[in-house]
């Protein structure tokens, strides 16, 4: 069984479940109407024998008798007559009615057990009796006849076999009916399990498609429902696209990575072929080994960088947020970041206090100084970085602007993107991670970062944090 599917399991479970039930409730009816028939039986026989109790008249003397019936019947009896009215019913469905003195049988079948005398008369019980052709019920009553000294008996007789036969067609039909409803039980319990585990199979289906194809885009597809099985399937396809994101953000992080390392590395190796190679004075190989440790610098950054930000990437739904001052955050970030002064640029700040959000510390400090990096980066000698932080109607907003190069319209789409610079010119020494961190940062707080900028005139940056969202 235990190797068994989960179909032939269920199939067999329901067929003995709706076997065990039929047969409990064909022993049960069985049961019920046998003894319905039984009682049935009784109360016919005493209805019968209490008729034909009023039918009986005795008469001593002879022209006293009425002869208005010619169906009556007339007994001489000791010293009189006894009249036996035509209503009287000798044998009915079963029932034999006979007539007793204490000597013996008056008038009646003798065929039957009423005529035993061994069997003492009982005013009106009905009693049970063993014989050879079977059990017997008996009901007598006896006759107070007017003018009679001695009193009779009225004996009803009737056989229990004919609730038996009855019961017994019943049982036979049952157990005709048994076979088929056998049959009717597991054909129908196996088109019930196939029908409800359709789905699960269809589930194992898209999963080995999934597995042989190698194709993780696959999603399991069983139509619309709200069962436990749509529900399964619907968190196998979360699990399926939460595998297939990182499987793709790995694959994403190998080219990149391979990609920022091919330059420096092939800079490294030029550069040693060429000290190698070809004669130089002490400077020019001082020279070659000052490009070498810048390349190998930027590479350990680059390495470095892309390993915490996929480390961030690939826990963003385990971050640890809690409420924090993002006032206070934001203030402090500015006050160390104003010593800078590169360019002899400006720093100035608008912070309205006392806003909280439900966040991480350390990645918003992260954002905010990789904003303003770039501002000083890409700001103008003698300019002005303004930071500003606000809470509106539904949301609370984080701006940094600068009056520098800005941004060109044609690279504006792009610079979301790891490894993106927009002039490699001016960003010596970075590596094109700053802004995919803040993006990331964003969407972990569920925040959206936005650019608003213009070539020569200056840009600025803007993450929303949604108050749905806090
Ligand atoms: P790093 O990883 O060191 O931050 P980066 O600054 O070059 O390197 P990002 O911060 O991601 O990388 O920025 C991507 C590109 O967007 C930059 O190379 C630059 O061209 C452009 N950029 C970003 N901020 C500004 C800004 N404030 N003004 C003008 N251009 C900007
Ligand atoms: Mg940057």
């Known amino acids: 069984m235990k190797n068994k599917s989960l179909i032939f399991k269920i199939t067999v479970w329901f067929s003995a479940a709706v076997i065990i039930i039929s047969g409990a409730a064909v022993f049960v009816t069985l049961a019920i109407s046998r003894a319905v028939l039984q009682r049935d039986i009784r109360e016919n026989l005493i209805e019968t024998i209490e008729n034909n109790s009023d039918e009986i008249e005795f008469y001593k003397e002879y022209n006293r008798l009425e002869f208005d019936d010619p169906y009556d019947l007339y007994i001489e009896y000791k010293d009189g007559y006894l009249e036996i009215d035509d209503d009287f019913v000798r044998s009915v469905n079963g029932i034999e009615t006979a007539l007793f003195d204490n000597d013996g049988l008056i008038y009646g079948d003798s065929s039957n057990i009423a005529k035993d005398k061994e069997l003492p008369f009982e005013n009106k019980r009905v009693s049970p009796v063993k014989t050879d052709s079977g059990v017997f019920y008996v009901y007598d009553i006896t006759l107070n006849v007017k003018d009679l000294d001695s009193p009779l008996w009225l004996r009803g007789t ?243 602007k600068d009056d520098g190069i800005g941004i060109d319209k044609s690279s504006i789409g792009k610079i979301w993107d790891r490894f993106y610079r927009a002039d490699p010119s001016r960003s010596d020494g970075s590596t094109g991670l700053g802004l995919a961190f803040v993006r990331e940062i964003a969407q972990i707080h569920g925040a959206e970062a936005r650019v608003e900028s213009q070539k020569g005139i200056g840009s600025c940056f803007s993450i929303i944090f949604k108050s749905s969202v806090l």
């Open 158 to 400: 009737v056989s229990a076999k004919s609730s038996i036969s009855q019961v017994n067609t019943i049982t036979k039909a049952v157990l005709l009916l048994i076979p088929l409803l056998v049959a009717f039980a597991i054909i129908g319990g196996h088109l019930i399990a196939k029908r409800a585990l359709s789905p699960i199979i269809d589930i194992k289906n898209a999963a080995d498609d999934i597995r042989g194809g190698n194709d993780l885009s696959k999603r399991i597809e069983i139509g619309e429902g709200s069962d436990e099985v749509h529900s399964m399937a619907d968190s196998f396809n979360a699990m399926f696209e939460r595998l297939e994101d990182s499987f793709n953000k790995e694959q994403q992080l190998t080219s990149d990575i391979s990609h920022e390392l091919r330059t420096p590395v092939s800079v490294i190796s030029a550069q040693c072929q060429l000290a190698l190679n070809n004669e130089a004075s002490a400077d020019e190989y001082v020279e070659a080994l000052e490009l070498v440790e810048r390349q190998s610098q930027k590479m350990s950054r680059v390495i470095n960088e892309m390993l915490t930000f996929s480390r961030i990437e690939r826990g963003a739904g385990n971050i640890s947020k809690e409420m924090i001052d993002l006032s206070q955050c934001v203030s402090s970030v500015c006050e160390d970041m104003a010593l800078i002064k590169d360019k002899n640029i400006t720093l100035l700040s608008s912070i309205e206090p006392d806003i909280f959000i439900w966040g991480n510390y350390e990645l918003l400090t992260r954002l905010l100084i990789n904003l303003i990096s770039n501002a000083y980066r890409y700001g103008k000698e003698n300019g002005r970085i303004e930071i500003s932080l606000k809470s509106l109607d539904n949301s609370i907003v984080l701006s940094v």
